[in-house]
């Protein structure tokens, strides 16, 4: 009888997982002094819908996916797209009083509030090392923000927002990937970026010369 040899695959989706979400990182880094420096030229609203509809453009080619669009995606990709809505504007606002950097970094702090948000909403079990990574994000914010001649702006306080938000799409988008398909999730959830934001860019009567 032949043995059967354990299965690689497992790891090597684990490797690959973990190299997608370091690019992925990269890029979201970057994303920060390009928002800034753009909506210094082209409206907030109009850029993020501008933004999202390209996104949403980029998922034609699995359009034989479309046909499946069912209930439960229209509303989990509706609920986490405004979610997420909610977080971008706050973010971009706040980028305009405040610097890439920190913007970052406070953005970044939704990490440290997921557990807490996750165990809140769902009970969630998370481990006693939250604690210390807690601390040192609190630590990390309190150096960034109390630098010489550096004040908590209002763009901070934005951020921050965004990060609580950030973090309840964290949470809401590990339980609704696990049951639906993701093509048709994430393609309902940058519809309704889009059209959210271009209804906010045609509210405020945004003009781009």
């Not at 970057?30 to 949403?56: E, M």
């Amino acid at each position: 009888m032949n043995e059967t040899t354990p299965s690689n695959e497992p790891n090597l989706y684990g490797i690959l997982a973990i190299i997608a979400l370091i690019l992925t990182t990269i890029l979201w880094g970057s994303t920060f002094i390009l928002t800034k420096t753009i909506t210094q030229d082209i409206p907030i609203f109009l850029y993020l819908g501008l933004r999202y509809i390209i996104a949403a453009i980029g998922f034609l080619p699995f359009f034989r996916h479309f046909k499946k669009i069912n209930k439960k995606h229209l509303t989990t990709g509706f609920i986490t797209g405004i979610i997420y809505f909610f977080g971008i504007v706050f973010q971009t606002y706040g980028l305009q009083t405040t610097t890439a950097g920190k913007a970052g970094f406070i953005t970044g702090l939704s990490t440290v509030m997921v557990p807490f948000l996750g165990w809140i909403m769902f009970r969630d079990k998370f481990k006693k090392r939250i604690y210390l990574a807690l601390f040192l994000s609190i630590l990390g914010m309190a150096l960034l923000l109390l630098e010489k001649e550096t004040l908590i702006i209002i763009g901070d306080i934005l951020v921050l927002i965004c990060a609580f938000f950030y973090a309840l799409f964290i949470i809401l988008n590990d339980k609704y990937v696990k049951i639906i398909d993701v093509y048709l999730y994430s393609f309902i959830q940058l519809i309704t970026l889009s059209i959210f934001s271009f209804g906010g860019s045609l509210l405020l009567q945004e003009s781009y010369n």
